[in-house]
């Protein structure tokens, strides 16, 4: 105990070191020359587990990156231990450049933009054609920002045992989106072939709702690598509980490619993509928009793209989700 007061000697005095004696404050960050490269697989209240040489590293990021993200397929330079062993925590000093990142966000009027995950180049909408239905809108909705992000996008329909996949499959038609179809009763006896097959030297991210079968497909894909837990559909509801909290990086057989797990999404919100974009990600309505008048809001009277639809060129559907879509944006820029 410090002890003050006539009883007190030199050495409860606590002494302040002088300027000389401590070390000076610089703005030169040091440049870690000698950083392992590692590659992100999950991130988890702060700390992210690394791939390093093969060995699953456990790093905080440093202080010195500032406000920068670090989220799950980001590159990145570590230091610190790098043993790999329990208890050992390394620093990630360096954040490359991403070459592509999946943004998304709460809804279309939150203007805070969520990073999915970053290096991805492809994009596979999971949707399940029974229990839960298919909805289209989440699916443009996620196409939107598979263009927006540079992804390719991927369709991956689940469940084909409880339900035909071909209406679905002639609404995107026109897209020209590949497309893939499962059925459950096959998963654990090859069934996920024809996926794989699409994933192979790829980096692909998987989106979806919850109870889709997403992660079941996964844990297919990944046999006797990290099985996540899966749950079942609410019969009351319709809707999938949320059994993955985060995203997870997995690596294919043979290291052929990399799939990302990530949470069951209720919503996917556009806010960070500019209207003028949107039309891009509709390929199929984009040629109809030529004959539109000047500054066309293509929800009025005169636009081009309903003669576009009529004439059999896209279907209906297509246009009133393009519509919606610019709806909802033309509410968020006039708040």
Known sequence: MRRYGPESDEEDVRVRPGRRGSRPRTRNRPKHEDAAEGFVVTVDRGRCTCLVGGRQITAMKARELGRKGVVVGDRVGLVGDLSGSEGSLARIVRVHPRDSVLRRTADDDDPYERVVVANADQLAVVTA?????????????????????????????????????????????????????????????????????????????????????????????????????????????????????????????????????????????????????????????????????????????????????????????????LRRLLATRERRDGD
């Open 129 to 321: 054609l029974a229990d839960p239905e298919p909805r289209p809108r989440l699916i443009d909705r996620c196409l939107v920002a598979a263009y927006d992000a540079g992804l390719e996008p991927l369709l991956v329909l689940t469940k084909a045992d409880l339900a035909p996949a071909e209406p679905l499959l002639r609404t995107y038609a026109p897209l020209g989106v590949a497309h893939v179809v499962t059925r459950r009763d096959t998963l654990g006896t090859g069934g996920a072939q024809a996926v794989l097959e699409r994933l192979t030297g790829r980096v692909t991210v998987f989106v979806g709702h919850s109870g889709v079968g997403k992660t079941t497909l996964v844990n297919a894909l990944v046999p006797g690598g990290t099985q996540r837990a899966t749950g079942a559909v609410n019969v009351v509801t319709g809707r999938g509980r949320h059994t993955t909290t985060s995203a997870l990086a997995l690596a294919l057989p043979d290291d052929s490619g990399w799939v990302i797990d990530t949470p069951g999404v209720r919503s996917f919100g556009l806010h960070h993509v500019e209207p003028a974009t949107l039309v891009h990600a509709f390929p199929d309505l984009e040629p109809g928009t030529a004959n539109c008048p000047r500054s066309c809001s293509h929800d009025e009277p005169d636009c081009a793209l309903d003669q576009w639809v009529a004439e059999g060129h896209a279907e209906p559907t297509r246009l009133e989700s």
